[in-house]
């Protein structure tokens, strides 16, 4: 299974003014395999012109670039893939629009979702909040177990999130899972690049 490494989600918030565009490459440059772009606060204009940014940066670490919900923006920057909740385009409509070269992932919580996804197409889910997390208000709670059953259940990647740290993901290794999807925990950090570090080897 594609494997999907340390997955950053983009939060400007969590930046506390700092350069975005510095940040994000401090993480790829710190061994992050997937970049989100996730900026809910954004205008469509300020979204689509990090957008193509980041697929930039993406291409010079040979990372994977994700667009969170925003289908359109996807397609125009040439994305590798695009991130949607369940209270979003369906996967199947997805799918039809971005064709087979676009990765889609989906937001899920328990296993009939988990299900649902991977029977509409979703290449990967990401899987949460698996512990508590303040970067997400509305973010639904995920046992350990529910996440072994998904993983028993469902033969796509799985993605973890939802206050993922550095003291509390050795279970999540024991669940074979391919990716790690953290904000706060590495951007949040004084030295990013660092904080990567620390979480790739860890991952391992």
Known sequence: MKDY????????????????????????????KTIQLREKCA??????KKAIKLRELTKKYNAMF???????????SNADGV???????????VKSIVGKDIVVGVSVANIEEARIAKLNG????????????????DARSVSI????????????????????QLDNIDVLKQC???????????????DIK???????????
């Open 5 to 32: 490494g340390i997955y950053i989600v983009t939060d400007s918030k969590i930046l506390e003014g700092r350069d975005f565009y510095k940040c994000i490459e401090d993480a790829l440059k710190g061994g992050a």
């Open 43 to 48: 205008t469509g204009a300020e979204f689509l």
């Open 66 to 76: 994700i667009v969170n919900d925003r289908v359109d923006i996807a397609m125009i």
């Open 83 to 93: 991130h949607v909740g369940q209270s979003d385009i369906a996967v199947s409509y």
């Open 122 to 137: 979703a290449d990967y889910i990401g899987v949460g909040a698996m512990f508590n997390t303040s970067t997400k208000v």
């Open 145 to 164: 177990e529910t996440l072994k059953n998904i993983r028993k259940e469902v033969d796509i990647p799985i993605v973890t999130i939802g206050g993922l």
């Open 176 to 190: 074979n899972i391919q990716g790690y999807a953290v904000v706060s925990a590495i951007l949040g950090a004084n």
């Open 194 to 204: 660092s904080e990567c570090e620390k979480w790739l080897s860890r991952v391992k």
